[in-house]
């Protein structure tokens, strides 16, 4: 693993341009997507391009039940109010989605937060930060090595935890963004420099 520097603006701000050139199709497919949620079948079309497109690696198989059970709840509505609403909010809000039987797909929860948020409040600079083997990593190093914070390898994998050290990071390096950008930087650079927790 290559050792993390602490982040300036200029790489944020090229770790962003090189995502938004390499992955700018699949943002404009799930914007697209996203912005329609009415029926279960838009939810379940959200459902498969998220995890076709982000490897959330949840089983096919289980996405008709996770679609339907946000379509039969008034989650989606849950998630475009609580946009915003600070943190214990967005960690309720993204527990709720990820909590799917007996296992919890906080990764998948997150991003499909912060996807409907980003499609249908765009103006919103603080959604949900999506969870991920790179957010989890880079976040996870610059907390504890730049930062020189305490924090567990396993305690990360926890949304609340990791939501609170994402603030803190976010608050120290990228208030010149919003944390759609700044989710863009961490997965761009953690996948480039090798950085993650599986």
Not at 71 to 96: A, N, Q
Request: aromatic content about 16%; charged content about 30%.
């Amino acid at each position: 693993m290559i050792k993390l520097k602490e982040p300036a603006k200029i790489i944020i701000e090229n770790s962003i341009l090189c995502f938004n050139q390499k992955e700018r199709h699949k943002e404009a497919a799930l914007l697209e997507a996203f912005k329609r949620y009415s029926s279960y079948e838009e939810i379940l079309v959200h459902c498969f391009l998220l995890n076709a497109l982000y490897h959330t690696r949840v089983d096919d198989s289980n996405l008709n039940s996770i679609a339907k059970r946000i379509y039969d709840s008034p989650t989606i509505l849950e998630i475009i109010e609580c946009c915003g609403e600070g943190k214990s909010e967005t960690v309720r809000v993204v527990k709720k989605v990820a909590n799917f039987g007996s296992k919890e797909f906080v990764s998948f929860a997150s991003k499909y937060c912060n996807w409907i948020c980003y499609a249908n409040r765009p103006n919103i600079e603080k959604s949900y930060p999506i969870i991920d083997r790179y957010s989890r990593g880079m976040v996870w190093e610059i907390y504890t090595t730049i930062l020189g914070k305490d924090l567990s390898k396993t305690a990360i994998h926890e949304y609340d935890c990791f939501v609170e050290a994402f603030e803190i990071v976010y608050e120290k390096y990228g208030v010149d963004f919003t944390y759609k950008e700044f989710d863009k930087y961490l997965w761009w650079y953690g996948r480039d420099r090798g950085i993650f927790i599986d």
